[in-house]
Structure formats: C-alpha cells, structure tokens
C-alpha cells in the first residue's frame, strides 16, 4: 500500500534514532526531533481509523494495521496525538518491514533503555508504548 | 472572571503553608516541581505523615480484640479518629460515620447493601452527565442485578448541572439521585442543597460523590440535607486507600451487612449468625487504622490553618487562570461553571492532552490528561479529554505564571 514512503523500517532505523537523540542535549530538541518523526509517517486514511484497529491502553487515540510483503511486515499507524505519533515512529523505525522473526526477536526493551534520554520513552508512563509493542508483537506471531 | 480578586490577591500565608508539605521542595526534569493534579491526589503535611509513622512507632495493634495496652491505644486512636472526621461533616454521631477504602468503596456499599435490595423494576437512579466513574458504574453493576435504570441528568455547555431537567425527570420512578459534590473533570459546584430539595419532594433518596469537595471547605452533612456522603482521605491531605461513608441513621440501621467477616459479627454459629451494630456491621476484617489515624491527622491540620483564607486563595489562583487563558488564542476551557472550586479544565487547539500534558512534565509541571474518569462527560461534549491544573492550598500565583510558560513553550513545540 502506502508504504513505499514509509521511511520507517527503510531509510530511518533503530541505530539511527539512537544516534541522533543522542546528539541532542538538550530536551526541546529531542522532543523537537521525536514530534518530526512523527511527521514522516504516511498519513492513515480515515476508514482505517475503526474501532478493530484501535489499540487499547493509550490516553490517545493509536491505530494500526498490517499487511505482509514479501515476508516482511508492513506497518501503517496513526495517532491523534503529536507526541505519541512521534513514538511510533520511533517503535517502526525498529519494527516497520521486518520480517516476524526479527521482530519477535528485537530487544525492544534495551532500545527503549538506549533512548533512555527521553523519560516519556518509559513504558510505564500512560503514552501506551506498552500496548503499542504488545500489539505487534501479537502480529508477528500470527505471521510466524 | 472576577477583575477586583485580580488587583487585590487575599492574604494568605502559602509559603508558611508549604514548609508543611516536605514533597514540594523537589526538583523534577531539573525545575522545581509545581504539582497541578491536586484533583487526583493532594500531597500530605508533615502532620499528617508524622501521625502514621507514629501510630506504627508506638502504637500499632489490632483494634477492638486485644486485652492489652497496645490493642487498646489502637482502639483508642481509631475511634477518636471516627469521633474527629464525623465532626467534621457534622454528623450527627459517629455510629453513622463507617470506615471505607475511598469514594469508591463507600459508594459501592451504597449500591450494594442498599440500592441492590431497595430497587426493581422499573425503579430509576438518576446521575448527572458530569459523574466520575465510581459514581456512574456501581449503579449501572446493580441494576444490570435487580431490574433499576441508570438514568443521566443532562449539563449545559458551561458544565452545570440542568436543573430544569432534572426537575423532568423527578417523577415517582426515581429512588435515588446520585451526584457529585464537585465535578473532578470541570471543577463545576453543583447546588447540592437544592438537588437534596427537589429530590426529596419526590421522594427521592440522595447520595453526594464529596470526594472533591472536602478539601475546598466545610462540609455539613445535615445542612445539606442529603441521605448518603463519600469521601477519601487522599483528596484532603491524608493517605490513600482510606475514605467515609456517612448515611442517615435509620437507613444504615435498615441496611444488612455487605461483606462479611470478623468485627462485623455479634455472635457465629452454623445455625445462624446475628451482626454487629453500626457502625462495625459495615467494616469486615482489619480495618486501615494507620489510614483512619492519618485522616483524623488531615483532618486536624486541615482546621488548624485559615480554611477561608484558603478558599480564597485556591479562588484567586482559578481566576487568575481563567484570565491567562482569555489572553492565550489557542487556549479554549472546557466548561465555565458558574462557580467552580480549583479546577481548570482546558484544551489547546491543534493539540491532544496528552502531548501538552508531557511538554508541561518536562518542564517539572505535573497536570493530569486524559478523560478524567468521567467518558460520558467527554462523550458528550465530544472531547478527546482535557488538560487539567486542578490548585490546592499550597499553589502559588508563581504556579499560575510556570503552567502559562510552560504552555507557551509546549505550543512553540507543537507548532
Ligand atoms: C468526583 C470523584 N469521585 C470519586 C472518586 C474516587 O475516589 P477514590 O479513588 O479515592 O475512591 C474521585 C477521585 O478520583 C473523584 O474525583
């Protein structure tokens, strides 16, 4: 589908988030940064946004769908909030077209603690990082 | 929007007040911390965290058992508690003060000793749209068992309660009307008294959702006029998992026992088991005595300060809030009581709570997103939630100026 220009998975990976947050010292740029990944991600269409595609546990509203090409995994996400779409693209940057393998066996744990200069990256905060892994996580497994 | 409380801020001595609190003087993310989410939890005074550290230094035993000093002093301390937050709400005794976890559980007994075997078919509770949750899903839990209807009262854009409304509603079929004191997501003051009023005349029984209120000012059950009142110790400076119920005498008398277990027993037997009177028959098992000992504490500290000048104080700091935002274009509140205690409720446009909510964080600014356990409320006014700074006796005008900083900052950001 749309993700042909998705740079998540593709030109913009997991080493390169880590690289480049952790070139900023100070937290407005990292937010800065975070919020303009969030912009990168294709846009979702409306009739996507349905209630099958929510995923629950976040204070904003996330969606997700999912297709397989070529055995990787091809993820399309939204979110109504900035923040958190930046957070997605963080989590596709090391889960957009991986196959189900890698992606089941991706330390996303010691991701999150290499990004560890952003205190929202905690999964126990409300942001629904969580859910969102869990989610995909679930994903890959039926794919397996 | 009140002009002349802008040019003359009340004298209130609130850096006396908040040496009281050893958790404000924290740094967090690097900036002092200005803690805003007083509606979810206010923070304890020495006082009250010296009075529990106590009770287990010297004194913790179980209550109403032992024949030994150390059960006895428990016993003590336990009950004067009772005797201290009854007064409190002017009860007219303290047999009809019964010990709970919070609002929730004290609701929750409501809807289960009496609501469960009161109502039928055909019976309605009515709850307004503004209700927290604990005040909306007890009921709907119930009814689902005994037949009842969970009806809602409609609110007006400003987030009052439609009196006129509820005035068509009140008809015969109505048992029960179940309201806030204080809305946690609006801050709206509902006219209690008057709800109690023309609840009455219909026959209606009422229970007031106190938990915001308490904290504000002083409550007085029988004034008020209503049948059953909760609270939580948490919302007025004492510890969490701890709160009331009180209820009219003759109504708690006529309610059974909803969990069993020890204390609430007279005498145990296999042919037959006869309960306890109140308020014991509705506190099953060991009790949170260091929870009752740290609400008496609140409580004490509560009326040692000046409680008007408080009040006036938390008014002064939403006024100045509601004029800041005025001034700030992409700033829109939600709701405008026409009188509201301590809650500023709002949006910034082209953003979600929750990005707003983590810029402010950053900025050592603690604000509550989201829904406020109350979705109806959002549903109905189509809301993905709120941001809201909700202000307690210890905020300062300084407070005022950081959250309205750091707005304009997290709006630079999101732009
Ligand atoms: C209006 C209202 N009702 C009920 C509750 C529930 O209180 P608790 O969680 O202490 O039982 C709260 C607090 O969250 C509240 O604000």
Known sequence: ?144 | MNAQQQSSAPVFDVNRIRQDFPILDQEVNGHPLVYLDNAASTQKPNAVIDAIASYYRRDNANVHRGVHALSDRATQAFEQARETVSQFINSPSSRQLIWTSGTTASINLVAYSWARNTLGKGDRILVSWLEHHADIVPWQMISAQCGAEVIPIPVETSGDIDLDALAGLLDERVKLVAVGHVSNALGTVNPVSQICTMAKKAGAKVLIDGAQAVAHWPVDVQALGCDFYAFSAHKLFGPTGMGALWGREELLESMPPFLGGGEMIDQVSFSGTTFNTLPFKFEAGTPNIAGAVGFAAAINYVQSIDREGAALHEEHLLNLSVQRGADMPALRRVGAPRHAAGIFSFLIDGTHPSDVGMLLDQQGIAVRTGHHCAQPLMEHFELPGTVRASYSIYNTVDDVDRLFAGLEKALRLLS
Not at chain 1, 29 to 55: C, N, S, V, W
Not at chain 1, 84 to 111: M, Q, R
Not at chain 1, 124 to 138: E, K, P, S, Y
């Open chain 1, 1 to 144: 589908m749309s993700n042909s220009t998705n740079p998540f998975g593709y030109t913009i990976k997991a080493e390169d988030v880590i690289e480049t947050l952790g070139f900023f010292d100070d937290w407005e740029d990292r937010y800065k940064y975070i919020i303009d990944l969030g912009k990168e991600l294709p846009a979702m269409p409306e009739d996507l946004h349905t209630q099958e595609r929510l995923i629950r546990g976040c204070q904003s509203k996330v969606w997700i769908d999912s297709s397989v090409e070529n055995e990787r995994l091809q993820f399309t996400m939204d979110s109504d909030a900035f923040i958190v779409k930046g957070l997605i693209a963080v989590v596709l940057a090391a889960y957009n077209n991986a196959s189900a393998k890698d992606i089941l066996d991706f330390n996303i744990d010691e991701y999150f603690q290499q990004l560890d200069l952003m205190q929202h990256l905690s999964p126990t905060r409300g942001n629904g990082l969580q859910a969102m892994v869990a989610r995909i996580q679930d994903i890959a497994r039926n794919a397996v």
